[in-house]
T-cell receptor, first 114, second 112 residues
Framework: NAGVTQTPKFRVLKTGQSMTLLCAQD?????MYWYRQDPGMGLRLIHY???????AKGEVPDGYNVSRLKKQNFLLGLESAAPSQTSVYFC?????????????FGPGTRLTVL | GENVEQHPSTLSVQEGDSAVIKCTYS??????FPWYKQELGKRPQLIID?????GEKKDQRIAVTLNKTAKHFSLHITETQPEDSAVYFC???????????FGKGTMLLVSP
């Protein structure tokens, strides 16, 4: 049981480049989330999904897109990276009828945009 | 939407002392309040949570209290140890909406 995993762990992009971050969970969780963490700002929700095929905007969605084609995977895309998107990105998942809504986090992806 | 304020932003204590971190929230419909601990370079991990039908919950050296009338909740760590040094985040949620709103975090430093 790997829990929540994220790929890649580190990435450096140039302004304008695109990339996709992959989150996978093997806990059969219904809900999945993407957060960004910046110094002094806590964890801010980018997008989330309450089930396969669904997505919704969080607090800071601009410049990002997401897809949840399979229940176990949640992808975060940056179409045209900007230096303001330099951050640590965390994926999380939650919810089974037994566990309730505790969120479990992945190890994070450190992204630098030059 | 929900707004969560967390204080203090940094807290330094001596080993063996108690530490208290306080959070306030704005949405009276919020009913789930977890606390996460994040060590340097690691992922946030749940340490304790409380739901609105209880006022206090304890787990060994940590406890959380909730005052729904005043819309604030607090984390209490007793007999602090150096390994308690980390950033602690509070969060609030209306479980019906499935999302958490986090405070900005408290860096706790426990000196030997």
């Amino acid at each position: 049981n790997a829990g929540v995993t994220q790929t890649p762990k580190f990435r450096v992009l140039k302004t304008g480049q695109s990339m996709t971050l992959l989150c996978a969970q093997d806990m059969n969780h219904e809900y999945m989330y993407w957060y960004r963490q910046d110094p002094g700002m806590g964890l801010r929700l980018i997008h989330y999904s309450v089930g396969e095929g669904t997505t919704a905007k969080g607090e800071v969605p601009d410049g990002y897109n997401v897809s949840r084609l399979k229940k176990q995977n949640f992808l975060l895309g940056l179409e045209s990276a900007a230096p303001s998107q330099t951050s640590v990105y965390f994926c999380a998942s939650s919810y089974t009828p037994i566990e309730g809504d505790t969120q479990y986090f992945g190890p994070g992806t450190r992204l630098t945009v030059l | 939407g929900e707004n969560v304020e967390q204080h203090p932003s940094t807290l330094s204590v001596q080993e063996g002392d108690s530490a208290v971190i306080k959070c306030t929230y704005s949405d009276s419909a919020s009913n789930y309040f977890p606390w996460y601990k994040q060590e340097l370079g690691k992922r946030p991990q749940l340490i304790i949570d409380i739901r609105s039908n209880v006022g206090e919950k304890k787990d060994q050296r940590i406890a959380v209290t909730l005052n729904k009338t005043a819309k604030h909740f607090s984390l209490h760590i007793t007999e602090t140890q150096p390994e308690d040094s980390a950033v602690y985040f509070c969060a609030a949620s209306n479980a019906g909406y499935s999302t958490l709103t986090f405070g900005k975090g408290t860096m706790l430093l426990v000196s030997p």
